[in-house]
């Protein structure tokens, strides 16, 4: 098997990921995208270790290690969204900006 | 006597630091530091002051020398015979005072800070008297002048005694920068700031005449402003809001003598300098004429004292002017006796009136307050040249000194001596009538609706006239024996028969006239107040001074303000532009952020691929 093929599937996944985090307005949706762009980094590093044929699979380990971390961080944001979702009664991100750095601290400093 | 010298000079710091510590806690203990600390300090000057009077050897010591380069700057202290009286003037003058502020300033919230700067006021006098450097004497110059300004503004509540104090330090304190040019100058050309050795070397170097005209003029600009001489006498008249006891002080003792005082000490240099000496005759022809006329008409008791000191002083300056050294000295300290008693006497008035100043709520006192009315009366007579009293040797002294220089013609230009002399005459009749008027409209006539329940003020107040009269009274003697003081080096001719006769007949004729305008006289005063056409000085300095002064003070908040302030302005604001742009990338939107790390990360990527 050529390596493009993975390649070009690993590419086509990530640029879905991509547009989904980017594009998506729904915050699970979003994550969804997060995951994919980290699975498309897992094909690539599990085609690499069987291309390369590493003796010691360090690329297949890595992979391992990114599954875990994905499962970590989607346990944690899951977590996240269902907290904005009862606090704001939806999950839109591009509504979520109360960390946005607006201009309200200019009388304060002016005294 | 080193130490005792010193310690005298000590004492006064010492009680004004001890009044202002704990004066404010124990009112009793304050007015017995500060009463206290002047009487050591007068005990100690009559030791220092007796063993130097007559022909005795002047006493000098050099406590300590700077190793500078350039003439040594040292603390010499240097007492001869005109110290000595001096020293002897200052305390009693300044012991009297602290006596009568006791009583003056009885209910004065403010009287330890005030106690406090009378000693100082008293140390830095008896500084410059004793100072035999230039420096020393600068120092208690300048101390003067600020403890004026301190006791002037007094009641700083009043906003008149805010502008008098103001007034005095300004134009004191520019006149002061003659003496600093001048000891410059003649440290430059002698090699020395001690007052002995370069007086010595004038006396005994054979200078070339008037070669000394730039100090000699500079140190007579500082003695200008510190005697209210014209051009600048304003200041003395408007320092009248003061307490009257610092009047008395100022007036007397301290502050306005120091300026005729310096003139003395260095006199060789201004017998040397015969254009300094003409100057000095023509500013005292000017200035007790002019004094002597707004006392004339002024309406306030202790402006016409205020302006009657001015006027004395410029008999001393007349006097030192034509050579008669003596005749100056001695009528310094006359005038410091009488000057003394009139402004303490005119303080128990006051204070018997309720606080008023003005002669109009004054009148028919002279049963009311026996004892005021009779001291006062003497100090009157002694101002104004009566027969027997102090004022009437030393004053003859004076006029006899400059009639005899207007013939001779040795030192002053001609026509400026005869000036001089005529001024004297006139000056000393005005002087007679303005003492008479002030006399009459205080102790003479109906009473005034505040003078109806005058009593008289308490002994600390009254002791201190009674005092001061005796020398008042006697003080003339000493006209007939000078060597006394001074010992046989200032041998003049004081006194002057014929002369003294011609001015007692005119003295005797302005009185009758005065007399007579007070029986003939309609309302309260004797003449209509006319409005004496005061030459414009003060204009003359508001425009010269004061407006270009304050135009710089506005052009430099201008430029303070809109030029370096618009710079910080400028700065501030591009800097909060600048984040005001930015901030427009913080827009809070999760996305937007993502997409500009994506696009970073595909130029980069774009970027290294085009360069391998």
Known sequence: ?111 | MSALLIGMLAVPFASAALVLLIGHRSAGAGKGIAVGGEALALALACVVAFGRLGGAVPFGHTYASTAAVGPPIQLALYVDQLSAVMLLLVHVVAFLVQVYSLGYLEHDPRYPSYSSLVAVFTGGMSLVVTADDLWVLLVGWELMGACSYFLIAHHWELPEARAGAVKAYLMTRTADLGLLFGILVLGHRFGSYRISTVMGDITNGALQLDSLWLPALLFLAAAVGKSAQFPLHTWLPDAMPGPTPISALIHAATMVAAGVFLVARTYPMFTNSTSALTWMAGIAALTMFLAAVYALFSKDLKRVLAWSTVSQLAYMFGALAVGSWTAAVLHLLAHGAFKALLFLAAGSVIHAVGGSTSMDSMGGLRSRLPDTFVTMTLGFGALAGVVPLAGFFTKDAVIGATLQEALDGRQVWTWVAWALFASTIVTAMLTVAYCLRAWLLVFFGDPAPAAEGAEEPSWTMRAPLYLLAVPTTFGGIVVGYPELLFGSTHREELLHGVLSTVVTVLVVLVGIAVTVAWARRRDGDLWRPHPVPHPEVDVAYDVAVVRPVRGLAVLTRFYDREVIGGWVDAFSGSARGLGRVLRLAQNGNVQAYLMVVVVGAVAVAVAAGARA
């Open chain 1, 1 to 111: 098997m050529p390596l493009w093929w993975p390649l070009l599937l690993a590419a086509l996944l990530f640029s879905i990921g991509v547009y989904g985090v980017l594009a998506r307005r729904n915050a699970v949706l979003v994550l969804m995208g997060v995951e994919l762009m980290l699975n498309a980094a897992n094909i690539n590093l599990v085609a690499f270790d069987a291309y390369l044929r590493d003796a010691l699979h360090s690329g297949q380990i890595f992979a391992l290690f990114v599954i875990v971390i994905a499962a970590a961080e989607i346990g944690l944001a899951l977590a996240i969204v269902l907290l904005v979702f009862r606090t704001h009664g939806h999950i839109e991100v591009d509504e979520l900006r109360a960390l946005a750095d607006r201009d309200d601290t200019r009388e304060e400093v002016r005294g």
